[in-house]
């Protein structure tokens, strides 16, 4: 159990333009999921904190009104890159804590954005 | 605030050898500390994951050490194989429930 999953895996649009990326928990409930950035050969950066029922809580520096983030059910986070230009393409990351109170993380695959 | 550190960025062995990645962390009020494997344009997998009250854990070739006293975890793989070859994470998760990640391993095993 505990598998989180992520559409779309690539995805490739033209500056100005909209991206929502979504998070899913397949076999359980997340009430809290992590968005995070990852440039080449580089480690995670943390950029929001998505809370079900509530408001995300973003990193200082993370521009909130850029990268949109939603946590529509409890099996759902959604990031929205708006009006994408070529400096927000990257690697993006989600992860869930998973529910065996344990405290483990479990990632999604991963979706890479390329705006042209 | 807790900062996460992983020596060497890089290492490359030749297949068969038992290897160590190491991981050290600055504050050792941690809750668990996590290892991961990420491959080249993938997400993150979990490979173990070591509560604060425990020594190490073990699942097939890996096995991995807590000492929270010296702020070290290890990541012991035993007779490496090709596909080990990706980059290895450690991540400590603090008792305010925030996660550090570390700036990860990249091990190649050579054939």
């Known amino acids: 159990g505990a598998v989180v999953s992520q559409h779309p895996s690539w995805v490739i649009c033209k500056s100005g333009t909209s991206v929502k990326i979504e998070c899913r928990s397949l076999d359980f409930q997340a009430t809290t999921m992590f968005w995070y950035r990852q440039f080449p050969k580089q480690s995670l950066m943390l950029m929001a904190t998505s809370n079900e029922g509530s408001k995300a809580t973003y990193e200082q520096g993370v521009e909130k009104d850029k990268f949109l983030i939603n946590h529509a059910s409890l099996t759902l986070s959604t990031l929205t890159v708006t009006s994408a230009h070529p400096e927000d393409s990257s690697f993006y990351i989600c992860?869930?804590?998973?529910?065996f109170g344990a405290g483990e993380l479990f990632f999604g695959e991963g979706s890479r954005l390329t705006v042209l | 605030k807790q900062e996460v550190t992983q020596i060497p960025a890089a290492l490359s062995v030749p297949e068969g050898e038992n290897l160590v990645l190491n991981c050290s962390f600055t504050?050792?009020?941690?809750?668990?500390l996590q290892w991961f494997r990420q491959d080249p344009g993938k997400g993150l997998t979990s490979l173990l994951l070591?509560?604060?009250?425990?020594r190490e854990q073990t699942s097939g070739r890996l096995n991995a050490s807590l000492d929270k006293s010296s702020g070290r975890s290890t990541l012991y793989i035993a007779a490496s194989q090709p596909g080990d070859s990706a980059t290895y994470l450690c991540?400590?998760?603090?008792?305010?429930?925030?996660?550090?990640f570390g700036t990860g391993t990249s091990l190649t095993v050579i054939p």
């Open positions: 070591i509560q604060s009250s425990q």
């Open positions: 991540a400590a998760l603090d008792t305010g429930n925030q996660f550090y």
């Open positions: 992860s869930a804590p998973g529910p």
């Open positions: 504050d050792s009020a941690i809750y668990n």
